[in-house]
């Protein structure tokens, strides 16, 4: 069974760093590209960027560029999302998704991570 | 950046037929935009019911349909069900860009 399992719900303080993750378990990691998406209830749901665990080739949606780092550790079979100074915009749910190819949609979901950035 | 439009919200009723539609600001929406329809209740994470405009999942029922209609994408939903009441979502790709629409609240009743 394909499972893709993320980290649990963070709250934090403007400026400060995060990194939040995504296990896939079940499938061949190396082999799938993974995504993240962001959800909030003004934007709904916003493609942030892909990887490829396989060789972590990686595309960022432009409006996310500089604004996340997305990486993976194809040893752990792990994907991360993080930020470097978080901002109270940054508040919302991040779902990981496995795609077929760097150029497809998502078939697999993670269960996603609530992340609350609040003074 | 192309914006893509979804009916904020429809009804049907238990046994119906709906179509959900996904439309671009770029023009037709064609194969190429390669559409991906997703299901969302509240409290889960979305669940991915057509790729490619009209592919199925294993899990996906079998009364879910994906086509182009009109320039736009197309969810027909025939013999809707009480548990499809959900929010349903579209991915267009754009070479590459991807951009969900702002989703549709089905409300079955």
């Known amino acids: 069974e394909v499972q893709l399992v993320q980290s649990g719900a963070e709250v934090k303080k403007p400026g400060e760093s995060l990194k939040i993750s995504c296990k896939g378990s079940?499938?061949?990691?190396?082999?799938?590209?993974i995504a993240w998406v962001r959800q909030t209830p003004a934007k709904g749901l916003e493609w942030m960027g892909i990887i490829y665990p396989g060789d972590s080739d990686t595309r960022y949606s432009p409006s996310f560029q500089g604004q996340v780092t997305i990486s993976a550790d194809k040893s752990i079979s792990t994907a991360y999302l993080q930020w470097g100074s978080l901002k109270a915009s940054d508040t919302a749910m991040y779902y990981c998704?496995?795609?077929?190819?760097?150029?497809?949609?998502?078939?697999?979901w993670g269960q996603g991570t609530l992340v609350t950035v609040s003074s | 950046q192309a914006v893509v439009t979804q009916e904020p919200s429809l009804t049907v009723s238990p046994g119906g037929t709906v179509t959900l539609t996904c439309d671009s600001t770029?023009?037709?929406?064609?194969?190429?935009?390669?559409p991906y329809w997703f299901q969302q209740k509240p409290g889960q994470a979305p669940r991915t019911l057509i790729y490619?405009?009209?592919n199925k999942h294993s899990w996906t029922p079998g009364r879910f349909s994906g086509s182009l209609l009109g320039g736009k994408a197309a969810l027909t939903l025939s013999g809707a069900q009480p548990e499809d009441e959900a929010e349903y979502y579209c991915?267009?790709?754009?070479?590459?860009?991807?951009?969900f629409g702002g989703g549709t609240k089905l409300t079955v009743l």
């Open positions: 079940g499938y061949s990691f190396t082999h799938y590209w």
């Open positions: 490619d405009t009209s």
């Open positions: 770029t023009g037709a929406v064609t194969s190429g935009h390669f």
């Open positions: 998704a496995r795609a077929p190819g760097g150029d497809y949609g998502p078939d697999q």
């Open positions: 991915l267009l790709s754009y070479s590459g860009a991807r951009v």
